[in-house]
């Protein structure tokens, strides 16, 4: 199951910078691990209201899941290569 993680929020101006990490519970030689399947900077004007700045977090974890998916499609395409033989 993947969690979204705030690990960081700055100020300036009149702008606000959350830091989110998309994190999975994986198990690894039979423990359960966190494993990092991306990260994303939003910038949230101060004059955003609560529903909005859930909505934005959620759109780029939803970016972060979507990047994850086509990266993970495109490993298996590599995997599929022929491969000159190793000796």
Do not use: C, W
């Not at 359960?32 to 609560?50: C, K, W």
């Amino acid at each position: 199951m993947a969690t979204i993680r705030i690990v960081g929020v700055g100020y300036s101006g009149s702008n606000y910078t959350v830091n989110v990490i998309m994190t999975e519970t994986q198990q690894i030689d039979s423990q359960d691990h966190e494993v990092s399947l991306g990260e994303a900077t939003i910038r949230i004007p101060s004059d955003t209201e609560m529903a909005d700045i859930k909505d934005k977090i959620v759109d780029a974890a939803q970016g972060i899941m979507d990047a994850h998916s086509k990266a993970k499609d495109k490993r298996k395409d590599i995997e599929e290569l022929d491969f000159p033989e190793i000796t």
